[in-house]
């Protein structure tokens, strides 16, 4: 076994629709770090919430490479990882990546825009104040509001409302200016 297979890394999987806490329960009791984007959403009728997957049949967990494939034959876990197209091997999740795309789905108060600063649309930035200090994506615009993007492998995005004097350029980008 080479070291790459030693190492934990932050893998995706898919799982049946509905079933990603389940799942998330199963590799908590098998002491397997995972994580599924969650939204909690209130009843229409009657008293309670509930937690819902934001990104369906879709569960991420950080193991080595070879006992995610325990997981998946041995264990008879319910998944199908995602597949490198280019290497033909399980999709790795780089982990500054998780972790920014964690840290801004985990943000659940909306910060106002009060300082406006020159930034161009699509620039890539890094957050320099508040619990998103460190996170790196893209700047946005939407009704007024600045917003950091960040993805995750190309495929999944998710934003976070933050001040533009919270905001840094990232690398230079010569698209479109917003004031």
Known sequence: MTDINRQERWFAARTRCGAELSVAGRLDRLGVECFVPTQTRRRTRGRGAYERALIPCLVFLRTTKHRACSLANEEALPVHYLIDPTSRSLLVVPDKQMDDFRRVLDLSCSIENDDPYPFFLGERVRVVKGVLAGVEG?????????????????????????????????VPSQQTKIQ
């Open 138 to 170: 893209r700047v946005l615009e939407l009704r007024g509001r600045t917003y950091v993007v960040v993805e995750l492998l190309g495929s999944w995005f998710a934003k976070a409302s933050v001040p533009r004097a919270w905001l840094e350029p990232a």
